[in-house]
């Protein structure tokens, strides 16, 4: 089995806004949250802090890990296609990247990818969904992706 790979966000809504933002697309369980934002102190209330956030989301049923790494250092560039193409270049060659890609095929379910920003601004998380599809599509022939909700999936052959 290969997992599904879905996309969230955190701004301006609560853990539980987010978590039933998520249960409403119907995804294969297990769940696991994959948190790639660079900063975690947005919002500033404190729910999202990665130790806390992680052990409320176990609780809700879902699984949890953090990759900072996967993050987006250069989300201060003024010029998108730049920013979308250092991003690609520096997330590839995170280990983590490759420990996710590895954590995608021998999982199961879905794997949704958070970051703060919310939609139309562009994310990373989109960026690193797209490689990430390429990489499993590359390793696995066949590998078709599913619909998911909040996502731009394109179709694989
Ligand atoms: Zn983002």
């Known amino acids: 089995m290969v997992g599904n ?3 969230e966000f955190t701004n301006s809504r609560t853990r539980d806004m987010l978590v039933d933002a998520i249960k409403a697309s119907s ?4 769940v ?10 947005y919002p500033l209330t404190g729910e999202y802090r990665p130790a806390t956030f ?3 989301l176990q609780e809700q049923g879902f699984n949890y890990v953090y990759y900072q790494r996967l993050g987006n250092p250069f989300k201060d560039m ?8 250092k991003y690609k270049e520096y997330a590839q060659s995170q280990i983590d990247f490759g420990l996710l890609v590895d954590g995608i095929i021998q ?3 879905t794997f949704c990818l958070l970051c703060y920003c919310k939609p139309p601004k562009p994310c990373h998380r989109y960026w690193l969904q797209h490689l990430l599809l390429d990489s499993i599509a ?3 022939r066949d590998f078709k992706c599913r619909d998911g909700v909040g996502s731009s999936f394109k179709t694989l052959n």
């Open 5 to 7: 790979i879905i996309t």
């Open 54 to 56: 992680g052990s409320w």
């Open 107 to 109: 999982g199961d379910g």
């Open 27 to 30: 995804p294969a369980m297990p």
């Open 138 to 140: 590359a390793l696995h």
């Open 78 to 85: 003024a010029d998108v296609t730049e920013m979308e193409r």
């Open 32 to 41: 696991t949250i994959v948190d790639v934002r660079w900063n975690t102190y």
